[in-house]
């Protein structure tokens, strides 16, 4: 390996294979670059932690040459793409296996036979499925190397789940597919697990929390049965049948009436439940108020609250990990590269041209890689860039994605130019929004006119005229906008492009309906044409007109943000909703092992009457149940039909049917499956759902109050789980880094035998003794030696004798007391010194003060974090605005603060006038760098060194 130093606060290795070589000998002033040949491997190590750093992936794998390459190769899109292809092939086989769900219909009384597929024909899928998931984990043992591969829990748990889904699957072959249960089926969603990170910190974050909630549950369990026995003792049997409905139907036994509160606690049979007792007597509505109000309206959103809460901290320490192995891998690239770069500076730095370099190699997103470098190129004249200019470059990744639009283009006829303007103007998309509602509006005319008329009976014509003006119309404006736009800046607006694409397919079916019916006359016959006839045509056409009206999304700002939620929501929270999809698949092939076939119809069912069916065993007509209401399509007899009874039963309506059934059919045990899914997937992962959807749209609520509409069309938010927290979360600091790079095992290498002899370690045998000394030089080192030699060589005092007290009085000079101050008159300011010029530097002092306190001010900083930093900042030198006062004399003031008091400011004025302002009773306002922050002075009665020790509460606005 060639020869290249660094200083002693430097890092001493980069990263290496137990097959590499280290670049780095130590030498007393500059760095020395290794030979070229190694430029290359160095470019490549550089690259893929740079990669690293971008996905949150972290950099302990191996990194001589072949194995880069295979790394880059796995990690690629399209090797992404294949592998979570097969994960879906996987878990879609439940469709096809038996009980198979390919047939129209689910309802076991018009089911035909589904077609079952023939031994072998899925288990070859599954196998090679199999195959490639060996494949995959051979792949990932390689990389990460034996060492963390024993260390790793998830891939040890990989393994073991091949191996026990091969045997279940050898074992399912030598029974010709004939066995009753496939236990490798309810492991599969694992592999959907292993394969996302955000997956995997996300169960973590879950397991975590199920012991905090846990109290909760105690609390809801002890509720219910405090009220169960309460109602059965309000509602025991009587002598009377008449006054015995409440019992006969919901409290006749423990199980029915903890069953009847449980369904209640849902709202799912209210008021139902309740109505039997309360038509006999209206105070019995107390008791089912009460169990409400503290179970539904309390307990339930209580355990909402805390499961998010505490999921939520969770899930800031897993999302803190990930932005500690950003920094390391953006620290670990820079280590590699100021190799590169650092012969032209004295300091640690990298060479500008070697980092453009680097980044026209990284795989990522175009705009981002032209956004660094445009960063990097501003050190151009430098030539390097040193470890935190480094670091800053990378927090282009943070930011939002601002579209730019192409430049209009250029007519040189005058009126030309005038048509464009006109056409351009925002007036035409208002316009055309008032024609889609129109539209609209005049085809929901007609279906209101036309609603008890049959097919036959409706006159399509005038229908089909009006669309065809509005549709003429729609033309025009898409014609237009390409001339005032350009063809490339039409198709650079996504409305544009959805609105154009809706009208030429609308201009296409109604020439397809010219071209079949010739004359547009209004007795046409449409049953003597085409495949469709003209109501089936005109139908469609509405259908996309009404369709095409969502073009109004993107100019109303709060239905914008809405609309672009529900799209994040699709690209960044997979993690979450894939959760709750590993959840229906474990439920769903439990519920088939359970409950397939259990409940059958009555065979010529439709011949039956209602008092031959209550003769069937478990058969029951009564009002409400499973078998009255019709929902025999909701059964366990197929993969498909098995998930669509645990949606309904997540949506909680009627979900008492299905438990009232199954328990009926099989038995009383069969409850606990439908409670424990309840609590799973409607407590705790739709609650939790939802809350994240409120947490993203604050998100970017809070990102866009400022903005206006043209921006939030041009601004693509970041809202990945990382930058939605990354307000709360902490930059991790150079301890940190160092710790992790000991945790990740950043330096895994073979030594040179010079570095060896240098540090003293041995490379193979011994590898944890280098990365102690490369920790030890990596730390500051002191400069004085006879410093060191002290804490190094110190003697201990065995020893021990009584200190001497000191009888001399210390004479400690004292301050002046407040009314000598004012009698000195120490905070008066003389005539001459009221002059605003001279506190002008102040002014600006103040505001270096406050950006540096606010963390640079950026525009997308949260408005409260903002908030609660100028609250606890001194004011002295910041120019605040009356904005409202109960004196009107002082609405208007503006100037700086050159002395504050516990109860009042002192402003000098640009008129250079001293003015006394009271905090109390008064309202002023503070800008900085466009940010507005208005402050409520009968508040803010503290003196500034009080006030930054205060925790400041949110309260409502003050009367003036």
Same mark, same amino acid.
Request: glycine share 4%; hydrophobic share 45%; net charge positive.
């Given at each position: ?34 030979? #070229? ?30 194995? &880069? ?6 990690? +690629? ?9 097969? @994960? ?30 023939? !031994? ?5 899928? =599954? ?43 050898? &074992? ?52 219910? !049965? ?28 423990? +199980? ?61 320490? #897993?999302?803190?990990? #990930?932005?500690?192995?950003? %920094? ?14 650092? *012969?032209?500076?004295? *300091? ?70 005038? &048509? ?55 033309? $025009? ?5 390409? $001339? ?9 607006? %996504? ?44 139908? &469609? @056409?509405?259908?996309? /007109? ?5 073009? @109004? ?38 519920? /088939? ?20 069916? *209550? ?77 994240? /959807? ?144 001279? $506190? ?79 905090? %109390?009773?008064?309202? $002023? #306002?503070? =800008? ?33």
């Amino acid at each position: 390996s060639g020869p290249s130093g660094s200083k002693s606060n430097q890092f001493l290795g980069q990263q290496y294979s137990r097959n590499s070589s280290c670049c780095l000998l130590q030498s007393e002033d500059v760095l020395s670059c290794s030979p #070229s040949g190694d430029e290359e491997l160095y470019l490549q190590q550089a690259v893929v932690f740079i990669e690293d750093a971008i996905q949150y992936r972290s950099i302990n794998h191996r990194v001589d040459a072949r194995s &880069l390459r295979l790394y880059r190769w796995y990690y +690629s899109r399209i090797c992404q793409w294949f592998l979570g292809l097969t @994960i879906a092939v996987l878990l879609l086989l439940a469709f096809v296996e038996q009980p198979s769900s390919l047939s129209i219909s689910s309802d076991p009384r018009f089911r035909s036979p589904a077609w079952q597929p023939p !031994c072998g024909f899925t288990e070859s899928f =599954e196998m090679l499925c199999l195959l490639i998931f060996c494949l995959d984990l051979a792949v990932k043992s390689y990389l990460i190397g034996w060492e963390e591969f024993r260390k790793n829990k998830w891939l040890i748990a990989y393994t073991a789940v091949i191996v026990f889904s091969v045997i279940d699957w050898v &074992l399912s072959v030598s029974m010709v597919c004939d066995e009753r249960l496939r236990v490798r089926r309810l492991l599969r969603p694992f592999f959907l697990l292993q394969n996302s990170s955000l997956m995997k910190k996300t169960l973590k974050c879950i397991k975590r929390t199920l012991p905090e909630i846990a109290s909760v549950i105690l609390l809801l369990a002890l509720h219910l !049965c405090l009220f169960t026995m309460i109602g059965m003792l309000l509602f025991a049997k009587s002598e009377d049948p008449k006054r015995n409905g409440e019992w006969e139907l919901h409290f006749k036994d423990f +199980s029915s009436s903890l069953t009847s509160l449980l369904v209640l606690l849902t709202t799912a049979n209210n008021p139902d439940v309740m109505i039997p007792a309360y038509s006999l007597n209206r105070g019995y509505s107390v008791f089912f108020v009460s169990f409400s109000v503290i179970g539904t309206y309390c307990l339930m959103n209580l355990l909402t609250a805390i499961i998010y809460n505490q999921f939520r901290g969770y899930l800031l320490m #897993s999302v803190q990990t #990930s932005i500690i192995r950003r %920094r390391l891998g953006i620290r670990a690239a820079f280590q590699i590269l100021s190799c590169q770069g650092a *012969e032209r500076a004295a *300091e640690e730095g990298v060479a500008v041209d070697v980092m453009l370099n680097v980044m026209s190699r990284v795989q990522m997103k175009s705009y981002y890689r032209a956004a660094i470098t445009k960063e990097v190129q501003q050190y151009a004249d430098v030539g390097y860039m040193d470890r935190e200019q480094f670091r800053k470059i990378f927090d282009e990744l943070d930011k939002d994605r601002i579209k730019e639009h192409p430049p209009l283009p250029g007519y040189n006829s005058p009126v030309l130019q005038r &048509l464009q303007n006109v056409f351009s103007h925002y007036y035409l998309t208002i316009l055309g929004n008032a024609v889609a509602l129109a539209n609209v509006v005049s085809i929901c005319t007609v279906l209101v006119l036309n609603s008890d008329k049959s097919t036959a009976e409706r006159d399509n014509y005038i229908m089909e005229i009006i669309n065809m003006c509005f549709i003429l119309y729609y033309l $025009f404006e898409m014609c237009v906008k390409i $001339f005032a736009f350009g063809w490339k800046g039409y198709l650079s607006y %996504r409305n544009n492009i959805f609105d154009g694409f809706l009208t030429i397919l609308l201009l296409l079916l109604q020439i397809t309906i010219y071209v079949t019916y010739r004359l547009p006359y209004s007795q046409w016959d449409p049953s003597s044409h085409g495949v469709m006839s003209l109501w089936e045509m005109v139908r &469609l @056409i509405n259908m996309l /007109i009404v369709f095409r009206f969502l073009r @109004i999304i993107p100019d109303i700002k709060l239905m914008a943000l809405v609309a672009s939620t529900l799209l994040d929501l699709l690209k960044n929270l997979r993690a979450f909703a894939g959760i709750l999809m590993v959840v229906f698949y474990v439920f769903a092939v439990i519920g /088939i092992w359970l409950f397939e076939g259990a409940i059958k119809p009555p065979p010529n069912m439709s011949g039956l009457s209602n008092s031959s069916m *209550e003769n069937i065993s478990n058969f029951s007509m009564e009002c409400g149940t499973y078998e009255q209401l019709g929902y025999w399509p909701n059964n366990f007899d197929d993969f498909g039909a098995s998930i669509m009874l645990l949606y309904d039963v997540m949506i909680v309506n009627n979900w008492q049917a299905f438990m009232d059934a199954y328990s009926r059919y099989t038995t009383e045990w069969s409850k606990i499956y439908f409670v424990s899914w309840w609590l799973t997937s409607s407590v705790m992962w739709v609650n939790l759902f939802v809350a994240l /959807i409120l947490e993203n749209f604050i998100y970017k609520w809070d990102r866009s109050h400022s903005c206006s509409v043209t921006d939030v069309e041009r601004i693509r938010y970041e809202t990945s789980v990382q930058l939605m927290f990354r307000e709360q979360i902490q930059e991790p600091t150079e301890e940190e880094l160092i710790s992790a790079s000991r945790t990740e095992a950043l330096v895994r290498a073979t030594i040179p035998q010079d570095l060896e002899k240098l540090l003293g370690v041995e490379s193979r045998p011994h590898p944890k003794a280098f990365t102690d000394a490369f920790l030890k030089n990596s730390l500051p080192q002191t400069t004085r030696c006879d410093v060191k030699n002290l804490l190094t060589y110190k003697a201990l005092i065995l020893g021990y004798s009584r200190p001497k007290k000191d009888k001399r009085k210390s004479k400690k000079p004292k301050g002046l007391n407040a009314r000598q101050k004012r009698a000195m008159k120490v905070f008066q300011l003389k005539p001459e010194h009221q002059r605003y010029e001279l $506190f002008l530097p102040l002014h600006d002092l103040w505001r270096q003060y406050v950006m540096d306190l606010c963390s640079g001010l950026k525009p997308t900083s949260n408005p409260q974090f903002v908030q609660q930093k100028l609250l606890k900042a001194d004011f002295h030198g910041a120019i605040v605005t009356v904005v409202r006062s109960k004196c009107p004399s002082y609405v208007g003031t503006t100037g700086i603060i050159v002395q504050e008091f516990k109860h009042v400011f002192k402003i000098i004025t640009r008129e250079d006038k001293l003015k006394v302002i009271p905090k %109390r009773n008064s309202v $002023f #306002s503070v =800008e900085i760098n466009g940010f507005v922050s208005h402050i409520y002075g009968s508040k803010f009665e503290q003196r500034a060194s009080e006030r930054s020790a205060k925790k400041f509460k949110v309260r409502g606005t003050i009367d003036l």
